[in-house]
C-alpha cells in the first residue's frame, strides 16, 4: 500500500461514543492482587472491604485539657457558687490514675487522657479556677459525657474503615494504623505497554538523519502512565511493518493489561496500527478518528489476550505530543482506573480530578462546533488579575505542551470563547 | 512541671502571621543534586536552565498528508483551473527521497515526512484531485509554508527548555527526548524527620493497654511526605522526656531537612516539643498557636542545624488527625516545596493545588470570626445536583478524615455558612 491509497480516509465519533464502543467490549480482568505494609500502599487500591477488629477509643477519652469529675457534682456551678473539689491526682498520659475518682473528687486530665473509674465529664480549665494547690472551684457545670470520646466514638469494632476499590489516602494509613492493622491487601498496578512506532522514530540518545525524529511520545506516557498508577513497560521503536508490529502486539497483551501504541504521525502508520489491531480481534478497532482536537486521529479497540482471558483494551494514539496528552486524559485514564480497581463513589466519578484555576482569556480562540477543543494556555499576571494566554503552534510542536500550564476546553458545539471571558484552566500535572 | 501548671497558655497568631514568622529566619540550604536518566525524572526539580543542543525539527517537516509542492506551481489553482503535476515520488518516511523536486512535479507526503528540496509546501490531499496513477490535480493553491514546520519552529538551538526550579512534567521529559537529552541535574528528594512523641503513643502493630493510643499521625504524615515529594524519615516514638527528645531533634535536623514533631495530644507534650525547639535555637519557636481550625495548638520554629548550615524548620504539629492534615497543607508544604528547590511561576504560587468540585453546602456550618475553619464535608449527590455534607466529630476521631472527601474553608472574618450557598470543596488527594 503506498502513502496515496492511504490519504484522505476518515470516520469521525463524538469522544462519549468513542468511550461508549470501547466500554461496550471491555472486562475487566481478574487481576492480581499483593498484602502490602500500609507504609507502601499509598496510592495503591483496596482489594476487600477492611473492618476494624477494635473500638476505637478503646477507653474514654478528654477532648480538652482539664478536671475530670463527676457531672452531678458541678450541677449548678456558677461564678457565684462555684463547686468546690480536691484534686486528688494528675491523671498520666498513657495509663489509669491508680484509683478510681470517688464523688466530690476530680483529677487534672490532659487532652488525650483517660477518664477514670467514677468520672463522666470534664471541665475545661477555662471553667475552673484554682484555690489552692490541692482545690478547685468549678464555675461551669459539666454535662454527662461533656468533652469526652467515649469508646467506639471514633470507630466501633466490625465498622467498615476502607471500603473495597478505595484509592488509599494517607488518612486511610493512620486510620488502619490506628486500629492494629499494618498492612493491606492491594489490587496489582497494571502494566501498560508503550510501543513505539513508524520508520521515522529513533531513540532518544540516536542522531537523527533527514526526515528521523527522536522517540518523544513514549516519554510523555511513561510520566503520564505513573501518574496514573500503572507500571509503564516500553516495548520499543518498531518500524512500519506489519509482521513486527503484530507480533510485539500479540506478546505485549499476553504481559500488559493495556496496550499503547504511539510515536508515528504518518497515516501510513495509523493504518498499520489500525489493521494489525482489526487482526488480532474480535472486537479489534472500534474508533477510528475522534472529534476532539488535538487527538482527531486517535484509533481505539480491543485484541484478544491469552485463551479465556479478558479483551485487552489497545489506542493508536495520534503522533502530535498535544494530542498524546490530551487522548491520556479523555480515554486511558479512565480504562487505567478501571484496570487498577478503582470504584470511586459513584458521586466523585468522572468529577474533576485535576487542578483548576480561574483566568481571563487573553484572546479570543475560535472553534468548530461538532468538535471538542482542547486549547493550551500559559497563565501570566497583569495588574493582579489572572490570565491565560491561549499558545498557538501545530499540535505537533512539542515545545507547545511545555510552555503552557494547562488547557482550556472549548465544549462541541460552541463556536470558540471571546477574549476577556472567564474560564477554568485545567493545570498539567 | 505538672499537668496544672502547663494548663490554659496560649498566644495565637493568624494564618499569614505565622507563615511570615517563620519566612523569615528561613534560609534556602545548600541543595544536594544528582543526575538521572529523564525516566526516573517525573516529579523532580531541574537545578538549571537546560538549553537546546539542537534545533528542532531539523528539517522542513509536513503537518498534513498530503503532496509536496513548490508552492509556485499552485498560484491561482481553483477547481475550474486546477494545477496539474505529475506524482515523482512517494517520500518515505524517515528519509528523504532520492533527488529534488523539480518545478512542475509533487511528491506524496504524510504528516511528519521531510520537505525534499525544491518544495516550499504542502498541499492537502483534500484539495487535490487523482487523475491517474500518476498525476494530480491541484484545486487550490499553497501559499509559501502552508502545511510545513520549518527548521527550528518547534525549537531553536541554545532557547531554554527548562527553567531552573521548574518540577518536571511528562511533557517535559518528552521535550529532553526529542532534542536527544536524555538526563538531567535534579535537586535532591528532602529528607523531612517524623518524630512521634507523647507517652500515650505506642506502634501500630502493640497491643493498647488502658490510656495508650497507637500512633496514626505518623502513617498521615508518612503519605503527605511522600505526596509532596519529600522522603519520610520515621524517627520512631520518644516519651515525654526532655533529654531524650532533644537528642532526637539534633540528631534529625543534621540528616533531615525538615523536623514534624506529632503524636501527643496532652498539653505536656506541647509543652516540651515547645521547649526542646527553644532551646535548640536561635530562634527557636516561633509561633505557638494559629487562629485555624482544626489546628489550632500548631508550634513552628527553627532550630541550629550542623555548624555552619542553614537553620532546620521545626513544626510540632497538633495531635489531632484533622488538625495535621490542615496544618500540612496550609505550613509544612510551601516549606517543603522550598526545600525540594521549586521555584514555580510567580503567577502559579499560592494557586490552587489542589482538585476543586463546586457543591451545595448540604447544612449551615457556623464559624467563629478571627479563625479560619476547615470543616470537612462528604460528596453526595441528590436529584442530579452534588451536595457537600459536613462531617462534624471532634477533630481527634481519625474516622471523620476517612469519610471525608475534602474540606470546604470558613474564611477568617465569616460567622459561617448557610445551608443551599454554593461552596468550593478542595479534594484531598
Given at each position: 500500500?503506498?502513502?496515496?491509497?492511504?490519504?484522505?480516509?476518515?470516520g469521525?465519533?463524538?469522544r462519549?461514543?468513542?468511550?461508549?464502543?470501547?466500554?461496550?467490549?471491555?472486562?475487566?480482568?481478574?487481576?492480581e492482587?499483593?498484602?502490602?505494609?500500609i507504609?507502601?500502599?499509598?496510592?495503591r487500591?483496596?482489594v476487600?472491604?477492611?473492618?476494624?477488629?477494635?473500638?476505637l477509643p478503646?477507653?474514654?477519652?478528654s477532648?480538652?485539657d482539664g478536671?475530670?469529675v463527676?457531672s452531678?457534682?458541678?450541677?449548678g456551678?456558677?461564678?457565684?457558687?462555684?463547686?468546690?473539689l480536691?484534686?486528688?491526682?494528675d491523671?498520666?498520659?498513657g495509663?489509669?490514675?491508680?484509683r478510681?475518682?470517688a464523688?466530690?473528687?476530680?483529677?487534672?486530665?490532659?487532652?488525650?487522657?483517660?477518664?477514670?473509674g467514677?468520672?463522666?465529664?470534664?471541665?475545661?480549665?477555662e471553667?475552673t479556677?484554682p484555690?489552692?494547690e490541692?482545690?478547685i472551684?468549678?464555675?461551669?457545670?459539666?454535662?454527662?459525657l461533656?468533652?469526652?470520646?467515649?469508646?467506639?466514638?471514633?470507630?466501633r469494632?466490625?465498622?467498615?474503615?476502607?471500603s473495597?476499590?478505595?484509592?488509599?489516602?494517607?488518612?486511610?494509613?493512620?486510620?488502619?494504623?490506628?486500629?492494629?492493622?499494618?498492612?493491606?491487601?492491594?489490587?496489582e498496578?497494571?502494566?501498560v505497554?508503550?510501543?513505539?512506532?513508524?520508520?521515522?522514530?529513533?531513540?532518544?540518545?540516536?542522531?537523527?538523519?533527514?526526515?528521523?525524529?527522536?522517540?518523544?511520545?513514549s516519554?510523555?506516557?511513561?510520566?503520564?502512565?505513573?501518574q496514573a498508577?500503572?507500571?509503564p513497560?516500553k516495548?520499543g521503536?518498531?518500524p512500519?511493518?506489519y509482521?513486527?508490529?503484530?507480533?510485539?502486539?500479540?506478546?505485549?497483551?499476553?504481559?500488559c493489561?493495556?496496550?499503547?501504541?504511539?510515536?508515528?504521525?504518518?497515516v501510513?502508520?495509523?493504518?498499520?496500527?489500525?489493521?494489525?489491531?482489526?487482526?488480532?480481534?474480535?472486537p479489534g478497532?472500534l474508533?477510528h478518528?475522534v472529534?476532539v482536537?488535538?487527538g482527531?486521529?486517535?484509533?481505539?479497540?480491543?485484541v484478544?489476550?491469552?485463551q479465556?482471558?479478558a479483551?485487552?483494551p489497545?489506542?493508536?494514539?495520534?503522533?502530535?505530543?498535544?494530542?498524546?496528552?490530551?487522548?491520556?486524559?479523555l480515554?486511558?485514564?479512565?480504562?487505567l482506573?478501571?484496570?487498577?480497581?478503582?470504584?470511586p463513589?459513584?458521586?466523585?466519578?468522572?468529577?474533576a480530578?485535576?487542578?483548576?484555576?480561574?483566568?481571563?482569556l487573553?484572546?479570543?480562540?475560535?472553534?468548530?462546533?461538532?468538535r471538542?477543543?482542547?486549547v493550551?494556555?500559559?497563565l501570566?499576571?497583569?495588574?493582579?488579575?489572572?490570565?491565560?494566554r491561549?499558545?498557538?503552534?501545530?499540535?505537533?510542536?512539542?515545545?507547545t505542551?511545555v510552555?503552557?500550564?494547562?488547557?482550556?476546553?472549548?465544549?462541541?458545539?460552541?463556536?470558540?470563547?471571546?477574549?476577556?471571558?472567564?474560564?477554568?484552566?485545567?493545570?498539567f500535572r
Open positions: 500500500m503506498t502513502i496515496r491509497d492511504m490519504l484522505g480516509r476518515s469521525v465519533v463524538s462519549e461514543d468513542a468511550l461508549t464502543s470501547v466500554y461496550e467490549h471491555f472486562v475487566l480482568p481478574d487481576l492482587r499483593e498484602t502490602v505494609h507504609s507502601h500502599a499509598l496510592g487500591v483496596a476487600e472491604d477492611v473492618r476494624s477488629p477494635v473500638d478503646d477507653f474514654n477519652r477532648t480538652v478536671y475530670a463527676s452531678g457534682d458541678t450541677f456551678a456558677s461564678e457565684a457558687h462555684a463547686a468546690y480536691p484534686i486528688v491526682a491523671i498520666p498520659m495509663s489509669l490514675p491508680e478510681d475518682l464523688k466530690g473528687e476530680t483529677m487534672a486530665i490532659a487532652t488525650g487522657g483517660a477518664l477514670p467514677g468520672a463522666d465529664a470534664v471541665v475545661m480549665f471553667h479556677q484555690v489552692d490541692n482545690h472551684e468549678v464555675v461551669k457545670p459539666a454535662a454527662p461533656e468533652n469526652v470520646i467515649q469508646i467506639g466514638d471514633d470507630v469494632e466490625g465498622e467498615v474503615l476502607i473495597s476499590g478505595r484509592v488509599l489516602r494517607p488518612q486511610d494509613m493512620a486510620m488502619l494504623a490506628g486500629v492494629g492493622i499494618t498492612t493491606v491487601t492491594v489490587f498496578q497494571p502494566r505497554a508503550i510501543i513505539s512506532t513508524g520508520n521515522e522514530i529513533i531513540p532518544a540518545d540516536r542522531r537523527p538523519t533527514k526526515g528521523q525524529v527522536r522517540d518523544v511520545n516519554y510523555n506516557l511513561e510520566g503520564l502512565i505513573t498508577g500503572g507500571v513497560v516495548k521503536i518498531i512500519d511493518e509482521a513486527r508490529l503484530r507480533t510485539i502486539v500479540e506478546e505485549s497483551a499476553r504481559d493489561r493495556l496496550l499503547l501504541l504511539t510515536g508515528g504521525s504518518s501510513g502508520t495509523a493504518d498499520l496500527t489500525a489493521k494489525v489491531i482489526d487482526d488480532l480481534g474480535p478497532v474508533v478518528g472529534s482536537k488535538p482527531k486521529p486517535l484509533i481505539a479497540g480491543l484478544k489476550a491469552v479465556g482471558g479483551p485487552v489497545v489506542f493508536g494514539l495520534p503522533g502530535h505530543p498535544a494530542a498524546v496528552t490530551v487522548c491520556f486524559d480515554f486511558v485514564r479512565p480504562l482506573n478501571r484496570l487498577r480497581g478503582e470504584s463513589k459513584p458521586v466523585l466519578r468522572g468529577r480530578s485535576y487542578s483548576v484555576v480561574k483566568a481571563k487573553a484572546r479570543s480562540v475560535s472553534s468548530t462546533p461538532g471538542e477543543d482542547h493550551r494556555v500559559v501570566e499576571e497583569r495588574e493582579e488579575e489572572l490570565w491565560a491561549p499558545v498557538f503552534g501545530a499540535s505537533g510542536l512539542i515545545s505542551l510552555k503552557a500550564d494547562g488547557t482550556v476546553v472549548i465544549p462541541v458545539n460552541e463556536i470558540g470563547i471571546e477574549a476577556e471571558e472567564e474560564v477554568e484552566v485545567r493545570l
